[in-house]
């Protein structure tokens, strides 16, 4: 208790300007902390909305390729919330009006996916509508592109399964039954939508797969799937856009890399802030060895000090980063006024919906690392004690 | 058996310059401190007589020789045992009134007790005791920055008892002080070994006080003399 105590007092001891330069590193670790949680939470908010786009439209949770599964079986999974056959295949675009072509992918489901939940979170039809499939659904931006109208005939040259040749080209001029616009402007410019039945009249069923939106337990779900079929061939969608999350996953991790680098300096301070405590108090720690604590104590008192300024630097940092988390989205949107009012342009980051998150697991494990940094360099600077012999010391005291 | 007892002790100092090899501060020096009488060393600056202090109390080894507490070779202790030692049998004053600059002075006298891990109540009291015998009861809640010198060192005195040890071991304890706190500070120690019936091993330059105590050595070409 009294070492505690003493680490408590020199921590923030009035003597010598010790406890500004206490605060001064309190705040800087609070200020850095409070950094990596906001960047890490506004990180892992855009993040999540690209992955939630992926997995709602472009590589759903789940892929399976089965010859015996059909949708029905796999909605009635637990876990699943919903699954839809469809089938993918590529083609080119001609539109003869405007003499513009371009390769498009085009998809098909097999039941009215449009309407499923997850769907419609990042997928609107703007006009034309989505029951009416006798024609083709193309995005708006490849309306833009093509500068296409509604109802006009695009023409379309498909692969399709030959009789002499494997693939022969099959070209078809379908109307054009809609516009839509999604939250990925990569899927948008590159896919259409058509009818299921009309497409797999064209290239066949054969490689027709089932996307599904699944809520429960991943594992679970992919297990009752293998039980249904164990020669069903399943792509997650991690491993669906395993490029694209490995990228995500690996600029977290540089991230965290480079924000540790900052960290450090502040433990630098951390370190040269205790050397200078400990030359401030060098003779009070001979004198507290002269009362009768033992080495190891005095240099815990020193290491306690140095560690009091860590938590309550840290305990700081994480109740502001929260406070900020919280209000991320207010912030933004008052600095893109001010930038819309300066210069008349909105800034990147309010154009792009997010929820700035961070797990309770992500903080402590964040704490834990600007702890340990701080442990070892409170460690370093409390080193000078074990080599400092308490006769000379008082011998030497000039205060 | 005596608190403190002093054998063959001899130190030597490695020099700064390389080559010089090491000089002798203290030569085969024997001292026993009596239960309940007090001891003054005096000599002149630089002769060794705080080396020869710090030695007794254990704050520094000899090179040659042993230092016994209450019969306890301090060389055969590790560093936490030696601690302990320290804390409980042997009290300390310097000179410099070496006080814990963030405590008050309440606080301060309480600290070895606290160190020893006695019970905070038990501590308070005791030295509320010790600094109401003393003449600082209006003064102990003030930090050492608010006290004079005498008081300083009347803090330090109740301290070096706060532990109720059978040695008190002060190094030039009136050497900061005015003539009238040291003549105060000097009657107070001498007190204390008669009232208390403790040990008092003193270093000092004042001749006068040494030789108010029961036995009085001189520190001379790192050899100690009886005088008295």
Redesign the interface.
């Given at each position: 208790?009294?070492g505690f105590r003493?680490a408590f007092?020199?921590a923030f001891?009035?003597?010598r300007g010790q406890r500004v330069t206490s605060i001064m590193i309190l705040v800087g670790i609070a200020i850095g902390l409070i950094a990596l949680l906001v960047i890490s939470a506004v990180m892992n908010g855009l993040q999540n909305a690209q992955m939630d786009q992926l997995r709602n439209l472009e590589s759903f949770d789940l892929i399976i390729k089965s010859d015996t599964l059909q949708s029905e079986h796999v909605r009635y999974i637990y876990g699943v919330d919903d699954a839809f056959r469809f089938l993918e295949t590529n083609a080119l675009l001609v539109d003869e009006t405007s003499e513009t072509s371009q390769s498009i992918r085009i998809r098909a489901f097999d039941g009215d996916i449009y309407d499923s939940k997850r769907m419609s979170q990042s997928f609107t039809v703007i006009s034309g509508s989505k029951d009416d499939m006798s024609g083709v659904l193309y995005s708006y931006s490849t309306r833009n592109r093509m500068g296409i109208r509604y109802e006009d005939s695009i023409k379309i040259t498909f692969l399709k399964p030959g009789k002499t040749a494997t693939i022969v080209p099959y070209t078809a001029k379908l109307p054009v039954s809609g516009f839509f616009s999604s939250k990925m402007s990569e899927f948008s410019s590159s896919t259409a939508f058509m009818d299921y039945e009309k497409l797999s009249g064209i290239i066949g069923s054969e490689d027709s797969k089932i996307a599904v939106y699944v809520s429960g337990n991943m594992k679970t779900v992919i297990q009752s799937i293998l039980a249904l079929d164990p020669d069903a061939q399943i792509i997650t969608w991690q491993e669906y856009n395993k490029a694209l999350y490995s990228a995500l996953m690996l600029e977290k991790t540089l991230m965290y890399v480079f924000l540790a680098f900052m960290f450090l300096i502040i433990c630098v301070n951390l370190k040269n802030s205790t050397r200078r405590l400990l030359s401030n108090k060098q003779?009070?720690g001979?004198?507290?060895?002269?009362?009768?604590?033992?080495?190891?104590?005095v240099n815990a008192i020193f290491l306690g000090q140095g560690l009091f300024i860590c938590i309550i630097g840290e305990i700081l940092g994480v109740i502001l980063g929260k406070i900020l988390i919280a209000n991320i989205q207010n912030i933004l949107d008052f600095v893109d006024s001010v930038v819309f009012s300066v210069s008349g342009q909105k800034t990147v980051l309010a154009l792009i919906p997010f929820n700035a998150s961070i797990g309770n697991v992500e903080i402590l494990f964040v704490c834990i690392f600007i702890f340990l940094l701080s442990l070892i360099f409170t460690a370093i600077g409390c080193r000078k004690i074990y080599r400092s012999?308490?006769?000379e010391v008082?011998?030497n005291?000039t205060y | 058996m005596q608190p403190i007892e002093l054998i063959s002790i001899t130190k030597r100092f490695r020099t700064a310059e390389k080559g010089e090899g090491e000089i002798t501060i203290l030569s085969n020096i024997d001292l026993g401190v009596v239960q309940g009488q007090s001891t003054a060393i005096i000599g002149k600056s630089g002769s060794g007589k705080?080396?020869l202090l710090?030695i007794a109390?254990g704050?520094?080894s000899p090179s040659e020789g042993k230092v016994l507490c209450n019969g306890t070779d301090f060389a055969t202790l590790d560093?936490?045992h030696r601690?302990?030692l320290?804390?409980?049998h042997i009290g300390?004053i310097?000179q410099?009134n070496?006080?814990?600059?963030?405590?008050t002075a309440l606080e301060n006298v309480m600290?070895?007790a606290?160190?020893?891990g006695k019970k905070?109540k038990e501590c308070k009291d005791r030295a509320v005791e010790l600094l109401n015998r003393l003449g600082l009861a209006d003064r102990m809640n003030h930090i050492p920055g608010k006290l004079s010198g005498g008081e300083k060192q009347r803090v330090a005195i109740c301290?070096a008892l706060m532990?109720s040890p059978e040695v008190i071991l002060a190094d030039e304890p009136t050497g900061a002080l005015d003539e009238e706190n040291a003549g105060e500070v000097e009657q107070l120690l001498l007190d204390l070994v008669r009232e208390e019936g403790r040990s008092l091993l003193l270093v000092t330059h004042n001749q006068d006080f040494a030789y108010r105590c029961d036995n009085v050595y001189l520190l001379k070409n790192h050899v100690l003399t009886k005088e008295k």
């Open positions: 208790m009294f003493t007092r020199y001891s009035k003597t003779k009070e001979a004198m507290l060895r002269a009362l009768g604590c033992s080495r190891k104590k012999e308490i006769m008082i011998l005291a | 705080s080396t710090h109390g704050l520094d560093d936490r601690s302990a320290r804390n409980l300390f310097f410099s070496l006080l814990l600059e963030d405590f600290a070895p606290l160190i020893a905070e301290r532990n």
